[in-house]
């Protein structure tokens, strides 16, 4: 069925993603109810839970302001287990000791900060315009470069009770960076193996599970007009100063023109008067309008 109606302004959805669907689902549930072209800011693998941040309308837009942004995550890793995949959705062998929980404290810090990280095969890399994710399962055999990710924390919680080999743990990280790589780097450290078993995105950024929207909601095809009460205001998101213009300045910066400004070089949030624009940049004294947003 068609919808006809649409929401009246743009933001974005912090949607809380249930494990077992990919994030592309609910991409095109926001889509559907809200009427107008819809992107999530950071993909969750179908195995993983949590925020999944969705623009509406222009929104989207901001894409690559996201791709830095910070990240926490609750992960399980279960040792002694290999995974093509690198988590439980893969084809599994059991091989290797499961650690103590004072073995598994004594690498952490060995796998924080700036580290070089390889990516899964399994994963959504681009290798000579091809997905790593169909070249795996094509067979074909491949090795992707290692990439620098930061991360900042990675805290061991707990051992899972009814699990004798799997763990918890809160990790806090930069954007790009692959928990599921994590869980391998970290079985290699203890010189055993280790797979991601169970992933929950806590935050991405601006973004708290506290203030997720279940997706059963959506589920319930709500109205646009409904839907309008949960949209986060694009400027409340993003986290720059602000610069406000008005009349013939303000004109002029609309049409494409730099003007002059006392602002230091940097992002900013653009007003017009009272109103949100978008993105401006200031270089070198003077101040452009970069991304319409409103």
Request: with cysteine.
């Amino acid at each position: 069925m068609k919808r006809t109606d649409k929401i009246s302004f743009y933001g974005f959805l912090n949607v809380d993603k249930p494990s077992g669907l990919t994030s592309s689902v609910v991409v095109n549930k926001c889509k559907w109810l809200s009427g107008v072209p819809c992107g999530h800011m950071g993909t969750l693998d179908p195995l993983a839970s949590g925020v999944l941040p969705v623009g509406l309308g222009n929104a989207t837009r901001l894409f690559d302001y996201f791709l830095e942004k910070d990240k926490e995550y609750i992960a399980e890793f279960t040792f002694g287990v290999i995974s093509d995949t690198l988590d439980s959705t893969g084809t599994l062998a059991y091989d290797g000791d499961v650690p103590s929980e004072r073995e598994i404290t004594g690498v952490l810090s060995s796998l924080t900060g700036e580290v070089m990280q390889i990516p899964p095969k399994y994963s959504a890399k681009n290798i000579n315009g091809l997905r790593g994710y169909d070249l795996a399962r094509a067979g074909v055999e491949f090795e992707l470069p290692p990439k620098k990710v930061r991360i900042d924390c990675i805290e061991l919680i707990g051992k899972v009770e009814e699990k004798e080999n799997t763990f918890v743990f809160k990790i806090r990280c930069g954007g790009g960076t692959y928990i599921r790589s994590i869980a391998r780097d970290m079985g290699t450290a203890l010189g055993t193996n280790a797979i991601m078993s169970a992933l929950r995105r806590t935050q991405s950024g601006y973004f708290q599970i506290e203030n997720a929207l279940p997706f059963s909601l959506l589920e319930q095809d709500i109205s646009a007009k409904e839907l309008e009460k949960y949209i986060i205001p694009t400027e409340r998101v993003l986290a720059y100063p602000s610069i406000t213009l008005a009349g013939k300045t303000a004109e002029r910066v609309l049409n494409g023109l730099a003007v002059e400004t006392d602002e230091k070089d940097g992002l900013y949030k653009l007003y017009i008067e009272d109103t949100f624009y978008g993105l401006a940049q200031v270089t070198d004294g003077k101040v452009k309008a970069k991304t319409k947003l409103c």
